[in-house]
């Protein structure tokens, strides 16, 4: 989903150039880098909340995963200064803050999930400045940061146990689930209402509101299904399903671009 999004702000602004497919290689890269070094740090938790898992099944030794991020991180950075040295900044950065993350940041109250929703939507603007759309990135960033904290609070309730386990700060662990299922309402909540402000703004023609109503309908109805139940069987389905939301929302991005439309009229 983050490499979409670069493809996305290509799809908005018809700029399909060859620093196009690089930015889409260097976030494919980063992204796994980030993923693979949250599991070389989580694999205590990961042996309670998902023993399936590469690393605590044993199927992947923790020392070959370290070297499999650090290499992987090492590969993104030198293809985004490839480009320009602001998206090579960008990557460096972003690589920081997703090992600090992994190291830390995550077993913090809210900082943690403010980092994860902050990273997914800079995947937009990363898009946004190798296309010279830097304005429209930031709208979408915004409904990708406030989607992806909603998704992040559930995923906190649904790892309840192993955070507890491993002594972390997350929210249900500090104000419990009732609390917790209203923050993730809220932000699925908002998002939706205030995802069809794209269109009055001119970003999107009709065509994105109209893509767009199933995902809000996604939307409303797992901020519903959230405050009813709690449980972790529950809240691993609502962050499911906030997930094909968010994928809906992609599609209505596309599907809305006044350039698709123009090269189709």
Same mark, same amino acid.
């Given at each position: 989903?983050?490499v979409?999004?670069i493809?996305?702000?290509?799809i908005? @602004?018809?700029?399909f150039t060859?620093?196009v497919f &690089? *930015?889409g ?6 992204t ?5 070094i ?9 042996a ?6 590469p690393?605590? #099944? ?5 020392r070959n995963?370290?070297m499999?991020?650090?290499?992987l991180?090492?590969v993104?950075?030198i293809?985004a ?6 998206l ?5 950065? #972003? #690589?920081? +803050?997703?090992?600090?993350?992994? !190291?830390? =940041?995550?077993?913090?109250?809210? $900082?943690?999930n403010?980092?994860?929703s902050f ?5 937009? &603007?990363?898009?946004?400045?190798? $296309?010279?759309?830097v304005m429209? @990135?930031v709208? =979408?960033s ?7 904290m ?14 507890q /386990?491993?002594? /972390?700060?997350t929210?249900?662990l500090?104000?419990?689930?009732a609390i917790s299922?209203?923050?993730a309402?809220f932000?699925m909540?908002?998002a939706s209402?205030?995802?069809p402000l ?9 065509v !994105?509101?109209?893509?767009l109503?199933? /995902?809000m309908?996604v939307?409303l !109805?797992?901020?519903?299904?959230v405050l009813?139940?709690?449980s ?5 389905? $609502?962050?499911?399903?906030?997930k ?7 599609l209505?991005? /596309? *599907?809305? @671009?006044? !350039? =698709?439309w #123009?090269? +189709?009229?």
């Amino acid at each position: 989903m983050a490499v979409v999004a670069i493809f996305l702000m290509a799809i908005i @602004s018809g700029n399909f150039t060859g620093d196009v497919f &690089i *930015a889409g290689a260097v976030v494919f890269i980063v992204t796994g880098a980030g993923n693979s070094i949250n599991d070389y740090f989580d694999h205590k938790i990961d042996a309670i909340n998902k023993p399936e898992r590469p690393i605590p #099944s044993g199927r992947i030794p923790l020392r070959n995963a370290g070297m499999y991020s650090s290499a992987l991180f090492i590969v993104g950075i030198i293809l985004a200064f490839g480009i320009n040295a602001l998206l090579g900044t960008i990557a460096l950065l #972003s #690589s920081l +803050l997703m090992i600090w993350y992994a !190291y830390s =940041l995550k077993r913090m109250l809210i $900082v943690g999930n403010l980092a994860i929703s902050f990273l997914t939507g800079l995947c937009f &603007i990363f898009g946004g400045i190798v $296309v010279d759309q830097v304005m429209v @990135s930031v709208y =979408l960033s915004l409904f990708a940061f406030l989607m992806t904290m909603a998704r992040e609070i559930v995923k906190d309730m649904e790892d309840v146990k192993g955070d507890q /386990a491993e002594g /972390a700060t997350t929210l249900p662990l500090l104000y419990g689930n009732a609390i917790s299922s209203k923050a993730a309402a809220f932000f699925m909540v908002t998002a939706s209402l205030a995802s069809p402000l794209l269109y009055f703004w001119g970003v999107f023609t009709w065509v !994105y509101l109209v893509v767009l109503i199933p /995902a809000m309908v996604v939307f409303l !109805y797992g901020a519903g299904r959230v405050l009813k139940d709690q449980s972790v069987k529950n809240t691993r389905i $609502v962050s499911k399903q906030i997930k094909m939301g968010m994928g809906v929302t992609f599609l209505a991005f /596309a *599907a809305g @671009s006044p !350039y =698709l439309w #123009s090269l +189709l009229g």
